[in-house]
């Protein structure tokens, strides 16, 4: 039965002459805030090899995972549709048993259809593997950046098919559930780490500014570099081998980073991620790119690069390369955002519509306690804090991080940590039905299986 799906997964896919097609590479950071790299901004962290991408290719500005959580994201960007939709609601590991519905086909099976050779080095989180199809999947460790680096250039010089390769670091991902969590302690596998002085970090105004705080963004700093390190080694290779001009290049992080109020939530810090694509038929790459993108356009944007049609259902996104030259691209001013649980045990199904200037949360079942993911419950930011009785996380107060309403509605140029909820300010209350409406249409057009008891106004169903 397998078998039979897979073949029918790979008729639905056009196969073009081999002239035709162009090669991808898709890399790929583990829970990374957008800020935290030198092409974004940041004073501190050393990403030169990023950096250089993004001076190559097209920064997107305001480019968003479409929930922050490892597994469901990368079965959206690997899907393109939203966690509703593909099925995967949680984690794929272990005790969570999340995988995409029987219905739903990856990219790595539409391109292998069409004849690509795929390939995933480092971390998969998506199951089951077998709706995946690749041909070079090595054991490897996600943190061995230079192993991983020698495994891509070992893929470039073995294909001669057109090539779709993942290449997917566990940096900055924190090392430990509980304990410090991030950080290198010594040089290892070929790298030595980059010092990052706790004193001269930049603490998020999300985050409390606490000396174990400054010790793990440290730390985080120090994964980033190394992550940068690898990808530069990567794209190195793939020069060498000859590919540089033939193959699309896209670096993102799955979220933003592990701290509490972004990992498992749907604020800016856990959702809004660093996003680079390089097209290399393009001499003058409209960059930094203002348009809103998401998760959702990753594989639509592949198979247009590539040339592979796939038409079984509509995704959730649309292409990318026909922005890269235009620096404010029209009818790209919003994005819709779905997430349903970290952990099989921390379900808190949110769906958000977010806007240039405004975001719209609608919280699914308000009643619960915001159940923090596994990762970030017990990271001593949220255990010290709450330790010490702390009434305040960063701007926002600790009973409103754990007792959400309903709605939320932020005004992000006046209030870009989402601080202050509109949703019942009464000067607001056109705009907050204006996208109410906006996002139940959208949600109806996709038949998300929710809003058949539940709606973001508390009507019953």
Known sequence: MKLFLLLLTLSAATLLPA????????????????SDLGCYG?????TPHIDQLAAEGVRFEQAFATTASCGPSRAVMYTGLLTHSNGQYAHPHREHNQQIREDVTSVFAMLKGAGYRTGLI?????????????????RTRGRDVVGMAELADEFFSTSDSPFFLVVSWHDPHPVSIDGKGWGIPESQDGYAPLPYDPAEVVVPPFLPDTPEVREGIAGYYQQISRMDHGLGLVLKSLEERGHKDDTLIIFISDHGTSEPGAMGTHYEPG???PFIVRNPELNQPASP??????????TPTILDWTGVTFDEYPFHGRSLLPVLTERNPRDRDEVLLSHVGHDIFAYYPMRTLRQRDYKLIWNVTPGAEYPLPIDTVQRRTWTMLRERGDEMIGGR??????HRPRLELYDLKA????????????AHADRLNEMVTRLMEQLETQGDPWIRKFHPLGREQ
Do not use: C
């Open 271 to 273: 959702v809004r991620v």
């Open 19 to 34: 002239t035709e097609k162009k090669n991808v590479l898709f890399l790929i950071s583990d829970n990374q805030t957008w």
């Open 397 to 402: 107060r600790v009973e409103d991080f754990l």
């Open 415 to 426: 209030d870009p940590w989402e601080t202050n909820n509109l949703a019942e300010d009464p």
């Open 42 to 46: 940041h004073p501190v962290v050393k």
């Open 122 to 138: 480092g971390k998969d989180h998506v199951k089951p593997l077998e709706k995946y199809p690749m041909d070079f999947k090595p």
């Open 289 to 298: 790119n203002k348009a809103l993108v998401a998760f959702t356009d990753i």
